[in-house]
Every structure is written in C-alpha cells, then in structure tokens.
C-alpha cells in the first residue's frame, strides 16, 4: 500500500496534521498501536458502565483556541466536536479552609481578590488589561515554527506596535520564575499560590526559571476567555477528527503496532507493521512519538547521526504523574464553601512553600509525602458524563518521581510503583478528605494509573511524564526537542516529528502537528 504520508501515532496532533494534509489533496494513513485513538486524549468507561471518565488531557480550552481548529472548525463540528464552556474555571483551596478562584466573571473574580487585597484586585485589573493587547503577539509566536521567518515578523510586529520596552518585559517574563514575576506584581501569598499552581502542569516549580509564562497565560486567558471542556468527553476531538480524516480520503489503522520506519538511501520511504505489512510514503513519514521512542527503536542506528542520538538519549522527561479516577454519589463537600462544586479545576496546592517542596521530594527521588492535586469536577459543567444526579472526579497527581528509593512521609516500603500504587493513592484520598470531608463515602467505582501505568498506556508519556519531556528553558523553544531540529525535521530526509515532544510543548493546541502540515503541503 502506498501514501503520500504514514503518520504513526494517533494521538490528535498527528491527527491534525493527518486532516490538514488530506484536506489539501494528500493520501494519508494514521496508524496507531492501540485499539482506541486519542493519545492522551482518550475517554472511556473506566471505573462503572456509564461513567465517563477522561483517562488523561480534560482541558480543551487550548484546542478551542487553536489554529487548526480554526481553519478546520465548520468541518469538525459537523463531524460531532462539541464544547462545554466552564463560568467558573479553577480554583485553589487553601489550609484554613478558604478559597480563591477564577471566573469569566471579572467582577466576580475582582471581588474574591479585593476581599484580600484590593490593591492586588487593582493589579489583577491592570494585568487583564495588559495581556488584552499582549495576547495576540505572545499566541502569534507560540502558533509560529521555531525558528522561522513567521516568528521573526511576530516580534517585528510586536516592535512596531509595543515598542523596545515591551519587548524586554516580553523576555524577562520568559525567563522569570513564577514566584519572581508573582512577587513584582502582587501582594497576597494566597493569589500567588492560585497562579502558581499553574506552573506545576508544565514542571516548573516556584522557582524554576522559565516558569511565569504559563501561570500568566492560564489566569489570563481563563479570566479574559473562560475555559471550555469536551461534550461527553475530551475524546470529542478525537471522534471529530478522525470522522473528518475518512471523509477526506484518509485512512485510520487501529491496532498496528510499528516494528520500524524503512530508510533507503538516507530518506525513510514507510514504515513496516509489526503484522509484517509495508505502507511506503511517497513524501513524508510523520511520527506523533516520543524522540527516544522513535530513534531508540523505530529507527534503525545510524553512526552518521551520533550525535543527534545521543542529544535525542539526554532529553529529559518532567516528573511523573498519577491519575486517579472517581465514580461518584455527588460531587465533593468541599469545607471551604459550596461554590468550589462549580468550578472545572479545584488545585489542592495550598502554598507556594508546598510546591518547592514536593518538587524537590519528587526530584530526589522520593514519593512526597503531600503531592499537588489538580482536581477535575467535569459533571460538575457536563453532567451528561454521569447517570442522572451521579458525577465522576478526575484527579491527576503532581510531581511524582518514575522510580523512587524512599518515601518522604517514612509510610511506604514498596520500591516501585506497581507495588506502592494502591497506598499512595490512599494517601491522595486522605488528602481530599481534609479538604472535602465524606469523599470516601461518596466513591462507586475507583481506577487508579501509576506513572507506570500511564507509560504502559501510552509509551509517550515516559515514567508518567504527560509532557512528554520537561519543558526547562533548556528543553523548550529553539532547543526542542533537539537544538537545530525544532522545525520538527529530523536528520532522516522525510522523516519528521510532531508531538508533545516538539515545539510548542504539550497541550491539546495541536500546534505541532498542524504546523507541520502546513509546511509540508505550503499552505
């Protein structure tokens, strides 16, 4: 069988360059190892029959907010996308039963930070105010190639218009750790803490450099924008795209594990099922795989490629995560008031002093003894994922370690995860219970994945990494995957990369895989 393009991987942003590609005229296939396509973004039945739960991605703000959907956005929504946006987008708890959160609602917002601080609900404000004319230049650049001529005429612009001042703070926010760019700007610990939870999601702990970036965003973009789950599930985008894909010709091979991608004469030419069949690719060979996945397996060791190999062998994964999937009678009674029911996100991250904490157990290779939760209420804003008056919780785990030789609490014996999941996920239970009281009594149906599992269920997400490498300044813009290769090629001709892996990093933009095919096809 011959294509134009064999993209392997189904995960979305190989499905977005997939659609991009077959909506210009090219013969596509997607071949994916498992049954169910998605990647990360999967939705699935995992604790009762008619609970759905999302196994990993929940937050599809950033794919409503993308280019590919964009351009592709009347034809996805005829192949099903739906979208449940979200008033109340996040909040944090805090240890004396408090909150503060984020809603679309600026007055909303202003009132519960003024009540702490109306200096800061000014600067909250004025820093609203800022990133209405910041946005489109910062989203030009992270929608751009890296490096490229479109990104150097996104700063040109941002020149023209901003002025060099602009452009200073523009790189010293880059640059800045979170608790650095909170401190120049706010007051409140607490504030500063619901921002910074932020950074927890992209490996940055309070002091990481390179960390402000995403705080900034997700409280900006939320307050200006709101946030927007998938209707039924996550896998909404999925489902839309892959109906797409098949109308524009392509074609979608579940369960076809990849045993190689063939090179000939330097260029790869298809890759080679593990069932024995061969897809030659005419033009390109896309991989939405994990660098070391790809050049530690698929492709065969070159010595002409030495040193990319090893650069490839150092990429550095983020911190592991757990996720934990609740089936429930009701949605948490959360101590610090009945409104927390409301919101898509409720961080348990009470202090920025807990943050660098748990990163530095996690990163010394012991299982912290109070890690950060990120809690998803998705029933909570789409009840159609439930039986009537039932709810499901999504509960990811942050910053855990892929292997461990201790645990900082001294409770856990077990050395490995398959051994130490089930006390570890008590543990983040007894966590809830301080903060929502009676959760256990609340719980049908339970399905808990290590970090062990999430490799397992998706060999991208190395040691339970769902970022699919850290994002450091090191590892991030024109250094990602590989310095020199950012503009997802690879050494092999027509062998190119997308993914989490490459810029512009994780998240459900479907960013890499769009660019990619826009490059490819040149429109």
């Not at 099903?80 to 917002?109: M, N, W, Y």
């Not at 010595?303 to 934990?324: L, N």
Request: aromatic content about 8%; some cysteine; charged content about 20%.
């Amino acid at each position: 069988m011959s294509y134009d393009a064999v993209v392997v991987g189904a995960g979305h942003n190989g499905l977005a360059a997939a659609v991009h590609l077959a909506a210009k005229g090219w013969k596509v296939a997607v071949v994916e190892a498992k049954g169910q396509p998605g990647g990360a973004v999967k939705t699935r039945e995992l604790t009762i029959p008619g609970f759905r739960h999302d196994v990993a991605a929940m937050n599809l703000s950033m794919f409503a907010g993308s280019a590919f959907f964009a351009e592709h956005k009347e034809a996805l929504i005829a192949h099903g996308l739906g979208f449940v946006p979200a008033a109340d987008c996040f909040a944090s708890v805090f240890r004396d039963d408090t909150f503060l959160g984020v809603s679309s609602d600026v007055e909303k917002t202003s009132a519960g930070i003024a009540a702490l601080s109306p200096e800061d609900a000014q600067s909250w404000r004025a820093m609203l105010a800022e990133f209405g004319s910041d946005a489109p230049h910062i989203f030009a650049l992270l929608g751009a190639p890296m490096p490229s001529l479109a990104a150097a005429k996104v700063v040109w612009k941002a020149w023209r218009q901003k002025g060099t001042g602009w452009i200073y703070d523009t790189l010293r926010l880059l640059f800045a750790s979170p608790r650095d760019f909170l401190d120049l700007r706010f007051r409140n610990a607490k504030l500063k803490t619901m921002m910074a939870a932020w950074g927890l999601h992209l490996d940055f702990s309070p002091d990481v450099a390179g960390g402000a970036l995403f705080p900034y965003l997700e409280s900006m973009a939320n307050q200006a924008f709101g946030m927007v789950i998938g209707k039924g599930g996550a896998d909404t985008i999925i489902t839309a795209m892959t109906g797409l894909l098949k109308e524009e010709n392509g074609e979608l091979i579940l369960n076809a594990p990849v045993d190689s991608i063939r090179i000939s004469s330097g260029r790869a030419t298809g890759v080679v099922l593990a069932d024995g069949r061969t897809l030659e690719a005419r033009k390109a060979v896309i991989a939405n795989v994990h660098p070391k996945n790809l050049f530690g397996r698929l492709v065969a060791a070159d010595p002409a490629r030495a040193d990319f190999d090893r650069k490839v062998a150092h990429f550095r994964a983020g911190p592991g995560t757990m996720m934990i999937h609740l089936a429930l009678d009701g949605l948490p009674d959360w101590r610090a008031g009945e409104e927390l029911k409301r919101f898509a996100y409720v961080h348990v991250a009470p202090d920025l002093e807990m943050m660098s904490r748990v990163y530095a157990e996690a990163a010394a290779g012991l299982l912290p003894a109070e890690p950060a939760l990120v809690v998803g209420q998705p029933t909570a804003i789409d009840p159609t994922r439930a039986p009537p008056g039932k709810h499901v919780l999504w509960v990811q785990v942050r910053v855990l370690p892929a292997h461990f030789h201790g645990d900082a609490a001294g409770e856990i014996s077990a050395r490995n995860w398959d051994e130490a999941k089930e006390a570890y996920s008590q543990r983040v239970l007894d966590m809830l219970e301080r903060y929502a009281p009676g959760l256990r009594s609340k719980v049908l149906g339970r399905a808990v994945y290590s970090p062990t599992d999430l490799e397992r269920e998706n060999p991208n997400l190395i040691g339970g990494d769902n970022l699919s490498g850290s994002h450091h300044l090191d590892q991030n813009f024109i250094f990602r995957p590989v310095a020199g290769y950012s503009r997802y090629a690879t050494p092999v001709k027509s062998l190119y990369m997308c993914g989490a892996s490459t810029w512009p990093g994780a998240g459900t933009g479907a960013g890499s895989g769009f660019m990619l095919a826009k490059m490819l096809s040149r429109s």
